[in-house]
């Protein structure tokens, strides 16, 4: 399916995981340039969550991850947006030239995916947090007669239907 979307599509980026570097970097210099205060960190750690699949490719090749992520770093700073990992030489080349290509489409639904799917478990996570932080914070009072059968029914007082 690889080469029928990119036959049909017509645009194709850089394997390899040079897109994620990319955009990695992109990030990194919008949140020292353009961003400030609690934002900051927030797009850091997204920038920093994107070079989990560089580091995995090199996991599964048995290279120095560490290493070679350096090495992707500063390609990148100097410009070198298709650099990404090599697996014959052990460290970083240019992906577009050594024909490591895939679709556009695949990246950008592969990326989204995983951003919303990121936001869900966050907002999921806040909503816990809000219904955490309402409860009262002193004595715990005892529980009414029944309160737990009706819990363990799915439904009770204050939860809502589905």
């Known amino acids: 399916m690889i080469v029928k979307r990119a036959l049909r599509n017509k645009y194709i980026v850089a394997g390899g995981g040079a897109v994620e570097m990319e955009i990695s970097a992109y990030l990194h210099r919008f949140a020292d340039n353009k961003t400030a205060d609690k934002q900051q960190p927030i797009i850091k750690s997204f920038a920093k969550a994107l070079e989990v699949i560089p580091r995995q490719l090199c996991d599964n090749a048995g290279f120095d991850a560490t290493d070679i992520l350096n090495r992707l770093r500063v390609e990148h700073a100097r410009g070198h947006k298709w650099s990404g990992v090599d697996f014959d ?32 478990i966050l907002s999921v996570d806040e909503t816990i947090r809000n219904e955490e932080s309402q409860t009262p914070q002193g004595q715990p009072k005892a529980l009414p007669p029944g309160a737990a059968q009706r819990a363990l029914r799915g439904r009770g007082r204050g939860m809502p239907r589905r």
């Open 89 to 120: 030489n052990e460290g970083t080349a240019d992906m577009m030239e050594r024909f490591v290509w895939e679709p556009a489409l695949v990246k950008i639904n592969a990326i989204q995916a995983a951003t919303e799917a990121a936001c869900l």
